[in-house]
């Protein structure tokens, strides 16, 4: 078994990172989509009445986090899409399917972002959950597209296993990634079962909202983290497999059953709340093992690549995975804490970070990969005085962003619940407490300081490269 994959020269592609191209600058404007929603998410928390009869808060929300599910999953898959051809040595099977179900999939992107802002209301029937929306929070794409994301992923597992069958070397990482994205698809159909139980639909919703993103798509980042690592840094296969079969164990072992913490406000016996608690409090452990793994690569080869903007990023997202996920995660899931921090800002801070950390520095580490192949002969730095800046800015943004949501979501635990005893008083007092209130102004204002960072890094990304860096 090789150690390692191939290295393309400058401008010599395979179909398929041809194709993660285009999954990549989809991925970046769908970003500023959802950058663009959250601004205004962020005004309107200041000021209720803005755009409140054409653009409420409730239709920028759905679209804000819709759109950042759809935009990081998308940047996935083209990382995958890039590095399959370097880990079996050739083309992708089945690469005009994947073209097809490409243009299917933002032509349908297009058309369920245009019936959120144009149909907001109306009833709630067969009708509407086929084709306007499902009504459940997250997950509000009809039904239709439901089927579509399913496709998509049925396709995408095709083009890996028919890949790795006609290489014919089927290595640990690739074993991972056919399990991981056969859960992948599987899972997301639990989300599609109507019942009129209150109870049954959000437990089985849960299992997408949180299983789905929690547990395969952290696998699918450990198997990209992988492949860049050995890219980047050389990192041995055999430590990065050792590595990534730790972290599937953990995730899925304690993922699962942490999936509990939730079951307990459903209606569900009261067992949960501890059992959930109990191994929710373990998920960070493979985050940990992440952390360990990003700073003795980093510190082996001193910082030293030929690509520095990816391997900061690279840096970023496994504390940034380690902190959101694990550390923001871990302090409101266990059982005394939850019972009174469960539905407040807390979990709003926990996932801004977590998505920030986890995914978003993954996509970035991909796209800066991709960026070097196109423009620069593989042993020339790819650097620049622009993505530093970017770095920085969207760093720090995020940082005072979830602070903001975690003073808030403080003051709330404290004042609303376990001070005055979740009353409509309580909930008044808590919404008005300086504390609260205070914290919408700087959400506001590192909101726009985000979107600077999301600007210089959309102009770094356009010139990077096209001229010799010092």
């Known amino acids: 078994m090789a150690t390692s994959f191939a290295r393309p020269k400058i401008g010599e592609l395979y179909e398929s990172q041809k194709l993660a191209l285009w999954y990549f600058a989809v991925a970046i404007l769908l970003f500023g989509l959802q950058i663009t929603f959250g601004l205004l998410m962020a005004y309107q928390y200041i000021n209720p009445d803005f755009m409140l009869e054409s653009l409420p808060f409730m239709t920028n929300r759905t679209i804000h986090v819709n759109t950042m599910i759809v935009w990081l999953l998308v940047g996935l898959m083209g990382g995958v899409y890039w590095f399959l051809p370097l880990e079996t040595g050739r083309e992708v099977v089945g690469i005009k399917l994947a073209k097809l179900i490409w243009w299917v999939i933002v032509a349908g992107v297009t058309v369920v972002v245009l019936v959120y802002l144009f149909v907001q209301i109306g009833p709630g029937n067969a009708f509407t959950l086929w084709f306007i929306n499902e009504g459940r929070e997250y997950v509000e794409a009809p039904r ?33 990634l056919i399990f991981d994205l056969v859960a992948l698809g599987a899972l997301y159909t639990a989300g599609m079962h109507y019942t009129v139980n209150v109870t ?75 059992l959930g608690g109990f191994f929710s409090a373990l998920e960070p452990l493979p985050l940990v093992a992440m952390v360990i793994h990003a700073l003795y690569d980093s510190g082996a080869h001193r910082l030293q690549t030929v690509n520095r903007p990816a391997l900061f990023w690279a840096i970023a997202q496994a504390f940034g995975n380690f902190i959101g996920a694990g550390m923001w995660g871990f302090m409101q899931t266990l059982p005394q804490i939850n019972m009174y921090s469960h539905g407040t800002q807390l979990a709003a801070a926990h ?9 978003l520095g993954t996509v970035m580490t991909l796209i800066y990969i991709a960026v070097q192949n196109v423009r620069r002969p593989i042993m020339i730095p790819l650097d620049s005085k622009w993505w530093s800046w970017a770095y920085v800015l969207m760093i720090v943004s995020i940082v005072g962003i979830a602070g903001s949501f975690t003073i808030s979501g403080f003051s709330q635990t404290m004042i609303e619940r376990a001070e005055l005893g979740s009353t409509w008083n309580a909930f008044i007092q808590s919404y008005t407490h300086p504390w609260y209130a205070n914290t919408h102004g700087w959400r506001y204002f590192f909101a726009w300081t985000f979107t600077i960072g999301y600007l210089i890094l959309v102009y770094d990304l356009l010139t990077i490269g096209k001229r010799r860096s010092a």
């Open 200 to 274: 049954m639909d959000q437990y089985l919703w849960w299992w997408v909202v949180h299983l789905w993103v929690e547990a395969t798509w952290e696998v699918l980042v450990g198997v990209l983290m992988a492949w860049s690592l050995m890219y980047l840094l050389g990192t041995p296969r055999k430590l990065v497999e050792t590595w990534l079969f730790l972290e599937v164990a953990l995730v899925f072992g304690t993922g699962i059953l942490g999936l509990g913490h939730h079951y307990f406000w459903i209606g569900t016996p009261e067992y949960w709340i501890g």
């Open 351 to 359: 996932g801004h970070m977590a998505f920030f950390g986890a995914y």
């Open 144 to 176: 239709w597209a439901d089927l579509a994301i399913v496709l998509w992923v049925a396709i995408f597992l095709f083009n890996v296993i028919a890949t790795t069958l006609a290489a014919r070397r089927v290595t640990g990482l690739l074993g991972v």
